[in-house]
């Protein structure tokens, strides 16, 4: 840039000022950059402001005026020209902001992954429509119950081991109904069902339960259970068997073996438990029995008008024989069932 008073004529040197800013200023290709520009050609120490200082040195009044004319004429030639560019400028940034911000409204969507039922859930609602298929209807209970419920309705001792708090999982609400606690089974759903409707009842309940019971292949503390229950008039011990050996080989194929042999319910008389054999071993599904006669008295129900079976079944070892879910050796074994693990899960969609 031209330093006026350097040059033997302030006019020519006014006039170069003009040509190298206006070069100057047209080759800006920011605002900071436009900025820094304007500093240096009009800011302090710039050359027009020493012409501005070095006016007073000019002795002759009319070359003084003319000279100071000269002076704010390139002045504002060159405001006009910073103002000109900044305008360029921020136009130039602004659409270069729209264009990086710049949304494609053709571009087709992100579609999101498709969450499906755990296999458990999914086994749950096969077993409940096969019943359903059967003439049954599906009932839900809580799962933190009362001790009554969980145990003295169904017609278990105040003395019987499974009230312990080594079995248990005991709630700290109180000593309503001697006390609440997480469901150990289903079955108090009996109770609760029969206590709102009369007979005939055809009903199964689907649900979590709880026990202290360790992870092992075919135990976890945290599991399901179907209660099922059925009471009219003449139901014998034939009509179980037909039922949950028809419900085994709809769910596990026609060709599943299934036996039941002798054990104890305290709610049901005489009692069963059903086993299906899978991958060279037998393995227990099921309890069952003839419901008690003191259960039907503690709901209400006349003992000598009806009669009744039941069953509590365990869907986790249903679905780990049905899917051949095994641990490394081909054992069945349940864990794969509680493992989050994706890899597992996206197997049974
Ligand atoms: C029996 C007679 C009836 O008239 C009605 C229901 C019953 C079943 C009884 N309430 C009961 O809970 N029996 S059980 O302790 O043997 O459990 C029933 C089924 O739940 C078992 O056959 C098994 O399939 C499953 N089970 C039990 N403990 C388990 C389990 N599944 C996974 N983990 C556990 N810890």
Request: hydrophobic share 40%; proline share 6%; glycine share 8%.
């Amino acid at each position: 840039m031209s330093a006026i008073t350097n040059l033997a004529d302030p006019m020519d040197s006014l006039q170069q000022l003009v040509i190298d800013a206006t070069t100057e200023i047209g080759d800006a290709i920011s605002i900071d950059q436009l900025d820094a520009i304007d500093t240096t050609l009009m800011g302090r120490g710039s050359s027009i402001s020493e012409a501005r200082r070095g006016l007073g040195a000019i002795k002759d009044p009319d070359e003084r005026r003319d000279t100071g004319r000269a002076i704010n004429d390139v002045a504002n030639q060159i405001k006009d020209l910073v103002t000109a560019k900044r305008s360029t400028l921020v136009a130039t940034e602004e659409a270069a902001a729209l264009a990086a911000d710049r949304v494609d409204v053709t571009l087709p969507g992100r579609i999101p992954p498709r969450g499906t039922h755990h296999l458990i859930t999914q086994t749950i609602d096969e077993i409940v429509d096969i019943f359903v298929g059967l003439g049954y209807t599906m009932a839900r209970g809580p799962e933190a119950e009362t001790e009554f419920y969980n145990f003295t309705a169904m017609n278990i001792p105040e003395t019987h081991p499974s009230r312990h708090e080594s079995d248990t999982l005991y709630l700290d609400y109180g000593e309503k109904d001697g006390g609440v606690l997480l469901r150990t089974h289903t079955s108090p759903m009996q109770a609760r069902y029969m206590e709102q409707h009369d007979p005939p009842v055809y009903v199964v309940v689907p649900g979590k339960v709880f026990r202290s019971d360790a992870v092992d292949s075919t135990h976890s503390p945290v599991f399901h259970q179907i209660e099922g229950l059925a009471v009219d008039h003449n139901i014998t011990f034939a009509d179980l068997k037909g039922t949950l050996a028809t419900f085994a080989r709809e769910f596990l194929g026609k060709d599943t073996k299934v036996k039941f042999i002798p054990h104890y319910f305290p709610f049901t008389e005489p009692s069963a438990e059903m086993h299906a054999y899978s991958n060279g071993r037998w393995i227990e599904l099921l309890g069952c029995g003839m419901v008690n006669p003191a259960v039907f008295e503690h709901v209400g129900y006349d003992p000598s008008a009806v009669t009744g079976f039941a069953f509590g079944m365990g869907p986790e070892r249903l679905a780990i024989i049905r899917h051949g879910i095994t641990d490394i050796h081909g054992n069945n074994d349940l864990r794969p069932l509680l493992d989050p693990d994706q890899r597992i899960l996206r197997q049974y969609v």
